[in-house]
Nanobody, 126 residues
Framework: QVQLVESGGGLVQARGSLRLSCAASGRTFSNYAMGWFRQAPGKEREFVAAISWSRVSTYYADSVKDRFSISRDNTKNTVYLQMNSLKSDDTAVYYC???????????????????WGQGTQVTVSS
């Protein structure tokens, strides 16, 4: 089992920044690739970004590329999502998730992830 706890969400003005954190406990964190997803009201949960266990590979949704940055610190069992130039469309509950999947092209698929956090709300005001 892997337990994931997100933090860092909140209310921010458009064009502002936030950094989300996801703390993991349980099984060896470095065995897993980590992803961030988000879900806006009335919409399906969508992929945002993911990072390999080694930090060598990262993958982003087109909608956040060049604005968001994913990173991880395996010594702290934590993955981060730095969000810059936020827009009202970024308003959602953000979830982190863990997967054993090694192929980056499959990280966009929710069903590839074995463990999920409870989510943290991000609200961007225009």
């Amino acid at each position: 089992q892997v337990q994931l706890v997100e933090s860092g969400g909140g209310l921010v003005q458009a064009r502002g920044s936030l950094r989300l954190s996801c703390a993991a406990s349980g099984r060896t964190f470095s065995n897993y690739a980590m992803g961030w997803f988000r879900q806006a009201p009335g919409k399906e949960r969508e992929f945002v970004a993911a990072i390999s266990w080694s930090r060598v590979s990262t993958y982003y949704a087109d909608s956040v590329k060049d604005r968001f940055s994913i990173s991880r610190d395996n010594t702290k069992n934590t993955v981060y999502l730095q969000m810059n130039s936020l827009k009202s469309d970024d308003t959602a509950v953000y979830y982190c998730a863990a997967t054993m999947q090694r192929l980056p092209r499959l990280w966009v698929l929710r069903e590839q992830y074995e463990y999920w956090g409870q989510g943290t709300q991000v609200t961007v005001s225009s």
